[in-house]
């Protein structure tokens, strides 16, 4: 089954404590990119990456890194979390053509104290 | 650049009557467009997409949009709402990055 699988699905944790969510895909597609979901805001792309290696900034990257050392994995790093970055985190994936959709993963629910 | 306006945050219907979520769009070239359903606690589905092959296209569970350049506009519409409608509809552009409307939250009423 095509899948794009984040985890975990939720977490708690507290100011400063690095986390990564981890987002993998088996539909060997070249971009992947992760978003957050704010009420009233929409969904927002972090970062983003077409390929083995490349990576980009997305709208809001502040306070966040990212890797793609491998193309089914797309980890998101929060070195030192803080609590605006509570929210509601999402993993996509598509092929690097026009007019494709992403495929989304199911989200994570992060809340830093 | 491009953006998505979605007219509406919250609509709500009756079980059987239609839906029309409202979409505007703003593209210096001829678009793709999306459409995605967000269930709670679940990631995005994509309804339906528009790439330029036909302006009335078709979704899943009876849902279709029309894409009309001269009021760059892309409604999302089914004739009959189901109580398994109930969800947040987000409305997409895709230039090199997806842009995605504040999204559209649709109560059904039985």
């Known amino acids: 089954e095509a899948q794009v699988t984040q985890n975990p699905r939720y977490l708690i944790t507290v100011t400063g404590k690095k986390l990564t969510v981890t987002c993998s895909q088996n539909?060997?597609?070249?971009?992947m990119s992760w978003y957050r979901q704010d009420p009233g805001l929409g969904l927002r792309q972090i970062y983003y990456s077409m390929n083995v290696e490349v990576t980009d900034k997305g709208d809001v990257p502040e306070g966040y890194k990212v890797s793609r050392k491998e193309k089914r994995n797309f980890p998101l790093i929060l070195e030192s979390p803080s609590p605006n970055q509570t929210s509601l985190y999402f993993c996509a994936s598509s092929t690097y053509r026009n007019n494709q959709p992403q495929h989304f993963g199911d989200g994570t629910r992060l809340s830093i104290l | 650049a491009q953006s998505v306006t979605q007219l509406d945050s919250h609509v709500s219907v009756s079980e059987g009557t239609p839906v029309l979520l409202r979409c505007n769009y703003s593209?210096?070239?001829?678009?793709?467009l999306f459409w995605y359903v967000q269930h709670p606690n679940k990631g995005l589905q994509l309804l339906l997409k528009?790439?330029?092959?036909?302006?009335l296209v078709k979704g899943i569970n009876g849902f279709e949009a029309e894409f009309k350049k001269s009021e760059t506009s892309f409604h999302l519409t089914k004739p009959s709402a189901h109580m398994s409608d109930a969800a947040e509809y987000f409305c997409v552009v895709k230039g090199g990055n997806l842009i995605f409307g504040k999204g559209t939250k649709l109560s059904v009423k039985p």
């Open positions: 528009y790439t330029s092959a036909a302006t």
């Open positions: 593209s210096s070239y001829s678009p793709s």
């Open positions: 539909m060997n597609h070249e971009y």
